[in-house]
Protein backbone atom coordinates (compact mmCIF):
# COMPACT_ATOMS: atom_id res chain seq x y z
CA UNK A 1 0.00 0.00 0.00
CA UNK A 2 1.39 3.60 -1.36
CA UNK A 3 1.01 6.21 1.82
CA UNK A 4 2.69 7.84 4.76
CA UNK A 5 3.46 7.02 8.04
CA UNK A 6 3.39 9.81 10.64
CA UNK A 7 4.95 9.76 13.97
CA UNK A 8 6.50 11.49 17.01
CA UNK A 9 3.82 13.57 18.13
CA UNK A 10 2.44 13.33 21.92
CA UNK A 11 1.44 15.59 24.31
CA UNK A 12 4.12 18.80 25.38
CA UNK A 13 3.51 21.83 27.29
CA UNK A 14 3.66 25.32 25.90
CA UNK A 15 7.44 26.35 24.59
CA UNK A 16 8.19 22.70 24.32
CA UNK A 17 10.01 21.12 21.20
CA UNK A 18 8.63 17.52 18.77
CA UNK A 19 9.95 16.42 15.69
CA UNK A 20 7.50 14.72 13.63
CA UNK A 21 8.85 12.11 11.32
CA UNK A 22 7.46 11.16 7.74
CA UNK A 23 7.91 7.60 6.56
CA UNK A 24 6.83 6.91 2.96
CA UNK A 25 6.14 2.64 2.76
CA UNK A 26 5.62 1.11 -0.48
CA UNK A 27 7.18 4.30 -2.92
CA UNK A 28 10.22 6.46 -3.31
CA UNK A 29 9.29 10.29 -2.13
CA UNK A 30 13.05 11.24 -4.17
CA UNK A 31 11.17 12.81 -6.64
CA UNK A 32 8.38 14.13 -4.61
CA UNK A 33 7.54 17.89 -3.15
CA UNK A 34 6.53 16.90 0.81
CA UNK A 35 4.03 19.06 2.37
CA UNK A 36 2.90 19.10 6.20
CA UNK A 37 -0.76 19.65 7.06
CA UNK A 38 -2.53 20.33 10.05
CA UNK A 39 -6.28 19.44 11.30
CA UNK A 40 -7.94 20.48 13.77
CA UNK A 41 -11.94 19.11 14.87
CA UNK A 42 -14.11 20.75 12.51
CA UNK A 43 -11.83 22.67 9.50
CA UNK A 44 -9.95 21.74 7.07
CA UNK A 45 -6.47 20.65 6.75
CA UNK A 46 -4.07 23.61 7.06
CA UNK A 47 -1.15 23.67 5.07
CA UNK A 48 2.13 24.01 7.50
CA UNK A 49 4.96 23.91 5.49
CA UNK A 50 6.58 22.33 2.30
CA UNK A 51 10.00 20.83 0.87
CA UNK A 52 10.84 20.77 -2.69
CA UNK A 53 11.95 17.21 -3.90
CA UNK A 54 15.74 18.12 -4.12
CA UNK A 55 15.46 20.01 -0.25
CA UNK A 56 16.84 22.80 -1.63
CA UNK A 57 13.48 25.00 -1.08
CA UNK A 58 11.51 25.15 1.69
CA UNK A 59 8.25 27.13 2.54
CA UNK A 60 6.53 28.22 6.17
CA UNK A 61 2.94 29.47 6.81
CA UNK A 62 3.38 32.77 8.55
CA UNK A 63 2.18 31.19 12.02
CA UNK A 64 4.99 28.84 12.20
CA UNK A 65 7.79 30.59 10.61
CA UNK A 66 11.27 30.59 12.67
CA UNK A 67 9.79 27.95 14.91
CA UNK A 68 9.67 25.03 12.61
CA UNK A 69 11.89 23.44 10.18
CA UNK A 70 11.23 21.18 7.94
CA UNK A 71 13.88 18.95 6.09
CA UNK A 72 14.17 15.64 4.58
CA UNK A 73 16.67 12.43 4.09
CA UNK A 74 15.89 10.98 1.02
CA UNK A 75 18.16 7.63 1.76
CA UNK A 76 15.91 7.14 4.43
CA UNK A 77 12.93 8.04 2.37
CA UNK A 78 11.87 10.44 5.05
CA UNK A 79 10.77 13.59 5.64
CA UNK A 80 11.02 15.83 9.32
CA UNK A 81 9.32 18.83 10.64
CA UNK A 82 11.32 19.80 13.66
CA UNK A 83 8.86 22.12 15.69
CA UNK A 84 10.12 24.26 18.44
CA UNK A 85 8.56 27.08 20.95
CA UNK A 86 5.36 25.37 20.36
CA UNK A 87 1.82 27.02 21.06
CA UNK A 88 -1.48 25.42 22.35
CA UNK A 89 -2.81 26.87 18.55
CA UNK A 90 -0.40 24.06 17.34
CA UNK A 91 -2.55 21.30 18.30
CA UNK A 92 -4.22 19.01 15.76
CA UNK A 93 -3.28 15.85 13.85
CA UNK A 94 -0.62 16.33 11.48
CA UNK A 95 -0.37 14.90 8.13
CA UNK A 96 2.33 14.52 5.55
CA UNK A 97 1.85 14.03 2.19
CA UNK A 98 3.44 13.90 -1.56
CA UNK A 99 3.23 16.64 -4.76
CA UNK A 100 4.68 16.97 -7.57
CA UNK A 101 5.64 20.59 -6.77
CA UNK A 102 5.05 22.54 -3.16
CA UNK A 103 1.71 23.79 -3.18
CA UNK A 104 -0.59 25.11 -0.37
CA UNK A 105 -4.11 23.18 -1.07
CA UNK A 106 -4.08 19.87 0.18
CA UNK A 107 -6.00 18.65 -2.20
CA UNK A 108 -2.99 18.65 -4.63
CA UNK A 109 -0.93 15.84 -2.68
CA UNK A 110 -1.62 12.17 -2.61
CA UNK A 111 -0.61 9.32 -0.24
CA UNK A 112 -1.90 10.20 3.00
CA UNK A 113 -1.09 8.82 5.87
CA UNK A 114 -3.08 8.57 9.35
CA UNK A 115 -1.35 11.30 11.41
CA UNK A 116 0.04 12.10 14.41
CA UNK A 117 -1.54 14.20 16.62
CA UNK A 118 0.17 16.78 18.45
CA UNK A 119 -1.22 18.29 21.97
CA UNK A 120 0.23 21.61 23.43
CA UNK A 121 -1.07 22.17 26.55
CA UNK A 122 -0.25 23.30 30.17
Known amino acids: QLQFVESGGGLVQPGGSLRLSCAAS????????IGWFRQVPGKERGWVSCISSSGGSTNYADSVEGRFTISRDNAKNTVYLQMNSLKPEDTGVYYC???????????????WGQGTQVTVSS
Open 97 to 111: AAARFCMKNWYGYSY
Open 26 to 33: GFTLNYSA
